[in-house]
Structure formats: structure tokens, C-alpha cells
């Protein structure tokens, strides 16, 4: 997709929500929930991304844009596409973001020229759509570029970026270096971490605002035993390896097909210390179908070299080791899927060189499983180490953790524990009364500025 397009979605009422939050909760909600509508009479929110399909910000965003609609707030979700070579230069922007080159090209003036030109063609039609006062919130750096015309227009604007590193190097440095003044236009920046933020974000208007996790989306929602099965065992899934088994212990990742995610050195991981492991554990990879994600261009790439990482393993491994691809053809479907395979694993490992927020973490860590996952970015605030998980501190280091997996695994009961404490974690820091309640804040302050 190369133009603008509106993603509908279905409201879903908050008092949904109100059987996990304690009556505290519920009537804080409440207040905040009644003073947005009067706040937004009149306005509309929108939320601007790239994709409505795959990753944590598509995911989120469904939620959340479902929720607030269903407190009366009109609140719509555009994407804004691009081509190719777009998304090339966004990528691109979103590695060096996470302190990594991830290609060999350059952010010089040709990149800026390809960025440029997809957002001049797509500017029009967004700034139609959107009225002075209006509230808009830009997400990542696929959007940033519209900060500028949409606050000449009388926006309220916002830009939300899920990605960073804590600390900065000569990649985050050229990064931010090309989307300064792209996104200082915005009144506003949102942020996972503070840490993530660069100098010259002005303090006053940055906020720190974790995702969260939507309890009863069908990424999460309670599945009986028998839906489980079915769904792990569907045909089709597996790309590398033998059926998925069908009793002994799994070891799971799931995640884009990144460089950052790291599925590689999970792989190389197990397949070097497997001795090490008891012999009925088996790691799954699992990832979306990398012909379902349009802004993700190297993700079939990176599926490539994981495969041919899986040909070369000895035996041993390879006969415990799968790759899935989940078909993206049907998001719910999809979201099934992901979910049977979180409740059937016994560990769930979340690997990644650079994280913004870790949702395949917070999603496990919901359906009381335990996750063994890298000390980077948001993972070091979603996780207390040895309680709710265990936190890796070198992320490359895959000695590291199969011993923390063996540790786990040797010790159900400390399994059953963590995983009940990761599951309380969520409940108390990660459900979206909280997140909805930030942004009602942050929307207050902007109007106030009016």
C-alpha cells in the first residue's frame, strides 16, 4: 500500500476491563474517562502509523483505538504507506535508533529525498482529514514527517516513538540527527523510557509512557486445553523441523523475523549447549509469514538465514529445533495462534539486542509463563529479575542463556512461582486503564496550551 488508508475498528467498552482492576482502579478510570469526553467534545483523536498489520505499535493500536471508542471518544486510525524503497530508509532509521547499522546505506541527502517525497505525496490527504484542535498522535519515524503541516494546520500534535536505546552511540546520534527536525514541530514527545529520548527533546513536553497488553484481545484471551492443541498443531506452520511435539517441553521465541530479536542466536544457542538441556526440551522460533508485514523489508532475509542456520545444525539439534511461520492472512487467526503458543510453552525466551518495549514479553508473562529474556531497553522495566523472569545481562551470550533455561527448568515449582508473580506484574503496571489514563493527561496539559 502506497496511499492513505483508515483502519475501522470495532469499539469494546471499558467496564470489560473492570473485573482485573481493583475499585480504586475502576473509579480513577472512571474520573479520567469522563473528563477526556468533555475535554475531546468536538475534536478528534488520530492515530497515525505505517502498518495495520504485524509488530507491537499495530497491535497496540488496536487496542487502545478500541477501548477509547468505546468511551464515546472519536478517536480513528490512519496508515500512512510507502514503497520499497521507503521502507528501505525507515528500517534503516529504526536500526540505528537500536545503536546497530543494519545496512551499509547512508541517512545522507538521497535517503532524505526518498522519505520526503513518500510523505509529500501522502501529506494532502492527511491534513484533509484532520481540523484545527483536533488531537494527533504520529507514530515512529514513518510518520514524523507530518508534524510540520499538521501543526500549521491547528493540530495538537504528538509524536510517539516505541523504539530506542539507553545508551546513545554513532548510530542513534545519525539517527535522531536526520529526524530532528521532523519531529521537532511536534508539541509533544512519548516515549518507552526516558533514557530513550535524545538532548534535545524539550523535558517539559516528554513523557514516559509504556504499552500495554489487552487481557481479552485474542492474543491473550483465556483458551481451553483442547483449543491449544489444535491450534500448535495445525498444519502448515512449521517451515524447518518436525512436527511440533507432542509431549515433552518447549522452549519458545516468538518474534518479527529482526536482526534485533536475535531468533539466529537463539538457534546457535541451543544448538551448541543442547547437552546441556534436559532431552526432552524443544525450542520453537516462531515468526509472522514475512510476506504479511509491508514496512519490515528484511524480514524474509533474516527467516533465509535462520533456515540455513537450521540445515547446518548437528542432528541432535535439529531434531529438537522448529521454525513456524504464523499466516498473516488473518489477523485473529494469527493472534490464536501466538497465544496456544505461549500457553503451551514452558519458558518463554525473549532474546533481543535492543528492545523498546518487549509485548512478546508482557504476553507470556500474562498467562503466568516464565520468561528468561536480554537486560535491554523497556524488557529491564517490564521484568524483576529472579521474581517475575530472569533478566540476561549480556544479551549475546548464549551460554548464558541455556544455563538460566536448564536453571528453570530443573525446578518446576520455581517455574509455577515466577511465572504466578509475572502474571500479577502485568495486572498491576500493564493493563490499559494505566495507559489510557496517561494519555488523558498528556491531552489535558496540550489543550491547556491552547
Known sequence: MTGVAEVSVEPVPLHRLESLLTPERVERLETYVAAARELLEGRVVWNVNSTARGGGVAEMLRTLVAYAAGTGVDIRWLVVGGDPEFFAVTKRIHNRLHGVAGDAGRLDAAARATYDATLARQREEVVARVQPGDVVLLHDPQTAGLARALRERGALVVWRCHVGLDEHNEWTREAWGFLRELVEPAQACVFSREAFAPDWVDRRWLRVIPPSLDPFSPKNADLRAEEVEALVHREGLVVEGALLPTDGRVVLQVSRWDRLKDMGGVLAAFGEHIRELPADVHLVLAGPATDGIADDPGAAEVLADCRDLW??????????????????????????????????????????????????????????????????????????????????????????????LADLLADADRCREMGGAAHLRVRDHYLADRHLIQYAELFAQLAGEV
Request: one cysteine or more.
Open 311 to 404: 540445515q547446518a545444525l548437528p542432528p541432535r539439534a535439529r531434531d529438537r529445533s522448529h521454525l513456524v511461520c504464523v499466516p498473516m492472512d488473518d489477523l485473529d487467526d494469527n493472534a490464536r495462534v501466538v497465544n496456544a503458543l505461549q500457553r503451551w510453552s514452558t519458558v518463554v525466551v525473549q532474546k533481543s539486542l535492543a528492545e523498546g518495549f518487549g509485548l512478546t514479553v508482557t504476553e507470556p508473562m500474562w498467562k503466568g509463563t516464565p520468561v528468561v529474556a536480554s537486560a535491554v531497553g523497556g524488557i529491564r522495566d517490564q521484568v524483576e529479575d529472579g521474581v517475575s523472569g530472569v533478566l540476561l545481562a549480556d544479551p549475546r551470550d548464549g551460554a548464558a542463556l541455556v544455563a538460566a
